[in-house]
């Protein structure tokens, strides 16, 4: 039968005792070394789960930065788009008004034509 140990070591009569207890139980000890290996075994578990959502964030990161990026770069795109729409605009309706002149000019002359005969 397994010895338990005591709750609290300031009952023993000095240290000595204490520490011959803990290393005179053997079954104890392999108890104790078996429970510290499975904790041991779950927190380098716990910190490489650590790790990998450490590494996925940075990951997540970099995709935000680069989504950032792009959004800039569409943004800016998207105003040299604006601006070439404007002046293609601009230049159509200067093109209109020169064919209404021109339009006219000849229905000018078309009729100073007509009333000549």
């Not at 070439?84 to 002149?101: D, H, M, P, T």
């Amino acid at each position: 039968m397994m010895k338990s140990p005591p709750k609290v070591l300031d009952q023993l009569d000095d240290r000595k005792s204490a520490a011959s207890f803990f290393s005179s139980d053997s079954s104890y000890n392999l108890q104790v070394e078996m429970v510290c290996m499975k904790m041991e075994s779950k927190l380098t578990k716990k910190i490489e789960e650590a790790k990998q959502q450490i590494i996925r964030a940075d990951e997540l990161n970099q995709c935000v930065s680069v989504i950032r990026e792009n959004l800039k770069r569409l943004k800016g795109n998207q105003e040299c788009i604006l601006e070439f729409l404007v002046e293609e605009a601009e230049e159509q309706q200067q093109q209109e008004k020169i064919n209404r002149e021109r339009r006219r000019q000849q229905l000018k002359q078309q009729q100073q034509q007509q009333s000549k005969k």
